[in-house]
């Protein structure tokens, strides 16, 4: 039945809105758009509920892990909307499936690294952390890897599984840290006063904490020096400067009480000084005398 203002229309224009294909496609498209809502909607409750408990960490991964499921759902329903045969489509893809699963088993496996690290939290978003050799600030976490953005600005990528199998060091985890400063002086100072010494240095430099207090201790005795270590604790924030500050002013002060650091002496001769030691033989004087 053709209504009035259908009729007033083109005949092709008229039989295009009437069309069953426009509809269902039509129909795909509300479920592709609901299916967006859907996804918003789940994602802030999850931040609501799960937030707390999964640190920012898991919430990154479980917003991306709703965002795939959701929008292949939605993208199954849509093509069933069409009129796809959708039992076809997933037949091959099963077929398909066990094949890619076989030359997948590398991501598969950073995927469940990947919820291994969620449980344990390990580290977080922001934080300072090192593997194998790799230092930098965790700067994106997903489902297969890792992004680590290096003091120089670089970006390195680091998988899931590979942070599971190897030490993580996170460097920021508590908020102070303590600078160790291991030093030598010569053998003919006192070990009491180069101790007092320390002590008023760290209790004066202005990143050091006065709680817990600095770790000030003789560790032995070395080749060519009496060995001290020097462990500060500041503020995770003020660490690059207490590395700065603190052995300018150890050496400072070292130099105002005549306190004296041991290094290597190098010779370097050339030349004649290289020569043979020249020896001269002189007679004995009384057998140069008449008897």
């Given amino acids: 039945m053709t209504t009035p203002i259908l009729a007033a229309l083109p005949a092709w224009f008229s039989n295009f809105l009437e069309s069953e294909t426009l509809w269902k496609a039509v129909g795909a498209a509300a479920i592709l758009l609901g299916g967006v809502i859907t996804i918003t909607i789940l994602n802030r409750v999850a931040l609501r509920i799960f937030g707390p408990r999964l640190g920012s960490q898991g919430v990154m991964v479980l917003k991306k892990l709703i965002r795939y499921l959701g929008f292949a759902f939605a993208c199954i329903l849509a093509l069933n909307q069409i009129g796809l045969n959708l039992g076809a489509i997933l037949g091959a893809a099963g077929v398909a499936g066990i094949a890619i699963g076989f030359a997948a088993q590398t991501s598969l496996s950073n995927i469940i690294s990947g919820f ?46 590979t942070l599971v199998k190897t030490n993580v060091t996170n460097v920021t985890r508590h908020p102070i840290r303590r600078f ?12 009491g006063h180069v101790l007092s010494v320390l ?52 050496k400072e002060r070292f130099d105002e009480e005549g306190i004296e650091i041991p290094f290597p002496h190098m010779t370097l001769a050339a030349g004649k000084a290289l020569a043979p030691i020249p020896v001269r033989m002189v007679a004995d004087a009384d057998k140069s005398q008449p008897g």
């Fill in 116 to 161: 291994f690290l969620i449980g344990e939290r390990p580290f977080e978003l922001g934080d300072i952390i090192e593997v194998d050799g790799i230092s930098g600030t965790v700067d994106t976490i997903g489902l297969l890897s890792l992004t680590l953005r290096t003091f120089d600005n670089r970006s390195v990528r680091i998988p899931n599984e």
């Fill in 180 to 191: 160790n400063l291991d030093v030598g002086v010569a053998y003919d100072e006192n070990i």
């Fill in 199 to 250: 002590r008023d240095v760290s209790e004066k430099n202005l990143q050091c904490l006065d709680e817990p207090e600095s770790l000030i201790i003789f560790t032995g005795f070395g080749d060519s020096s009496l060995n001290f270590r020097l462990g500060a604790w500041c503020l995770q924030e003020d660490y690059g400067v207490l590395r700065n500050t603190l052995p300018r002013e150890l």
